[in-house]
């Protein structure tokens, strides 16, 4: 477990059973721990507002519906966010639009930097 | 018609003044006609080519004053030099010339007089008959202009130099949903208030600059509402070449705009669906082999993955025509964390799609060897990658090179792994060139050439 990892639960928003179980595996391996997984955008709303967590891993597009409302919680309760998305940067709703993100496909080394600038970026805020 | 071609008429019923007369005119070089009598004389110049008719007025018939009224009525281009050894009197001249004859001679008049009014009446009618052509014709292209205003597919209008609009055609006020009449004197501003400030802003420019300004885009309204028109402005000088007017073309390309947008729509939503599919792959893979002593193996393909999608990224930001070749090695460097440690010198070149996959990947393994065993595997090595275009013998070809340098002592490998085929095998003929890989002791090379068909 590295020192960034310890103590930190994820949120985890994907509607895509395989891939959430990559990204479990891979986050694992990190030395996270997974809080929640939320399937849909009303297990998200609900579970990003209720959840223990300390850190959010959202997908952009749940089923056809996008998450930028779940991020808006997590980002009212100052929780540091990524977006995992196939989707380029340029197509996030504001004000989301310079949010740390990890490309899909990603592997581990690239989603453990997008989470480092997560919890640096969010470290900076609380500045 | 040439004074000096012109056809003459002389009419006179006392025999011997008809003859002294046709024999000084034709002495001057013309060809003349001679008729005696009124009825006679109209009918000639209705039938007959006649430019100009010397005509007595005391005829047995008509009064040659009736007969020149009815010349004039019927063929006003027709010149009439009236003569009269009878009326001599100012108030006989004077109801002549107000008749319609153009000059009034008294008779008996010298020759070179006669010849000299003749000659100065032919000179006028045929300064005349030059400006009724030009006019004619000026005329005619003001007609065909007037028709292609009202025809053409596009919006067309003129403004002074006041911003008043001069002209304008239905296509045009059809933008503002107006009809062009009653706009002629209106500004832009009162005819397209929404537009109003980029109109002034085109125009002053075409006023105070003098050359047009092409395919201009202007927008108006917002998301699904707004309309778009490609638009042109251009200088319109007088014959001193001052700017006196600008034009104004319009062509509405909203529905265009709106099809590029719903195809740049698709487009985004293809590759988000293309990644989420790859990334299923890789969970797919990684379920399957990871933990059977298979982990490495797993890490590269997912690492081929991410390479192949980071080219779908590169084709998207293209609209999926073409890939920018620097992008593609910036790309493949910043991947596995090379940057820095990467020159890249070429010309700006578009890659087609399938060219452009083929290299992404080739470019990764050549990145994964580079960082195992090649020159990123030490703090000191580099990669330069540069390419041309090369022609001078045959057809043009895409020459790229990939130079490893300051890496550790390269070893030729035993055996050739998927890097190496996929280099010498795939891209190569995904290229339709030649991939040639030298592990030479003091770093990689690999050369490849391409037909220049693979650019866009």
């Known amino acids: 477990m590295t020192d960034a990892a310890r103590n930190i639960r994820v949120l985890l928003v994907e509607d895509e059973g395989l891939v959430a179980l990559l990204l479990e595996e891979m986050l694992s391996e990190l030395g996270y721990e997974i809080a929640a997984h939320a399937r849909c955008i009303g297990e998200a709303l609900q579970l990003a507002a209720e959840a223990d967590y300390g850190l959010a891993i959202l997908d952009v597009n749940l089923n056809g519906v996008a998450s930028f409302p779940a991020a808006e919680i997590v980002r009212d309760r100052r929780i540091p966010l990524i977006f995992a998305t196939g989707y380029q940067q340029s197509n996030f709703q504001q004000p989301f639009q310079g949010a740390p993100s990890v490309q899909k496909p990603f592997n581990k080394a690239a989603l453990g930097c997008a989470i480092t600038a997560a919890l640096s970026c969010s470290a900076l805020d609380a500045v | ?456």
Not at chain 2, 84 to 96: E, I, K, L, N, P
Not at chain 2, 432 to 441: A, V, Y
């Open chain 2, 1 to 456: 018609m040439k004074v000096e071609n012109a056809c003459l008429l002389v009419v006179d019923d006392i025999a011997e003044a008809r003859y002294a007369k046709v024999r000084a005119l034709q002495k001057a070089g013309w060809s003349v006609n001679e008729t005696s009598g009124g009825e006679e004389t109209l009918a000639f110049v209705a039938s007959r080519p006649t430019d100009l008719v010397v005509l007595d007025t005391m005829l047995p018939d008509i009064l040659g004053t009736e007969v020149c009224r009815e010349i004039k009525r019927t063929r006003p281009d027709i010149m009439v030099l009236q003569t009269s050894a009878t009326f001599v009197g100012a108030d006989h001249r004077v109801s002549a010339l107000d008749a319609g004859a153009d000059a009034y001679l008294v008779e008996p008049a010298e020759a070179p007089v006669l010849v000299a009014t003749v000659r100065a009446l032919l000179r006028a009618k045929s300064a005349e008959d030059q400006l009724r052509v030009a006019n004619e014709r000026l005329l005619a292209r003001t007609l065909e202009l007037e028709a292609l205003l009202c025809s053409a597919p596009i919006g067309l209008a003129f403004f002074d130099k006041a911003g008043r609009c001069t002209r304008i055609n239905d296509e045009f006020a059809g933008i503002s949903a107006l009809a062009a009449k009653g706009q002629i004197g209106r500004t832009f501003k009162e005819i397209f208030p929404n537009s109003a400030s980029s109109l002034e802003m085109l125009l002053g420019e075409v006023f105070s600059t003098g050359t047009a300004l092409r395919n201009i885009e202007l927008s108006e309204g917002s998301s699904a509402a707004s309309r778009h028109w490609l638009t042109g402005f251009f200088p319109v000088r007088d014959a001193s070449g001052d700017i006196t007017a600008a034009g104004c073309w319009a062509v509405d390309i909203s529905e265009r705009k709106r099809a590029e947008e719903h195809k740049e729509l698709l487009i985004h939503e293809l590759d988000h669906r293309v990644k989420n599919t790859l990334t299923v792959v890789q969970s797919l893979a990684s379920q399957t082999f990871r933990g059977a002593g298979l982990d490495a193996k797993v890490e590269a393909f997912e690492n081929r993955l991410c390479a192949l999608s980071a080219a779908h990224d590169v084709l998207t930001r293209g609209s999926w025509r073409a890939a920018d070749l620097r992008e593609l090695v910036v790309k493949a460097a910043e991947l596995h964390g090379a940057s820095d440690r990467f020159s890249v010198e070429g010309p700006d070149l578009k890659l087609k799609p399938k060219a452009a996959l083929a290299l992404a990947m080739g470019l990764h393994e050549l990145c994964t060897n580079a960082l195992k065993y090649g020159a990123l595997s030490s703090s000191e090595g580099r990669v330069n990658v540069c390419w041309s275009i090369e022609g001078e013998t045959g057809p043009p070809r895409l020459r790229l090179i990939w130079k490893e340098t300051g890496g550790p002592r390269v070893e030729t490998p035993v055996d050739r792994g998927f890097g190496s085929k996929l280099l010498e095998k795939s891209l190569a003929s995904d290229l339709k060139g030649t991939i040639s890989l030298d592990f030479s002791p003091d770093g990689v090379t690999c050369a490849m050439s391409a037909p220049i068909a693979v650019c866009e």
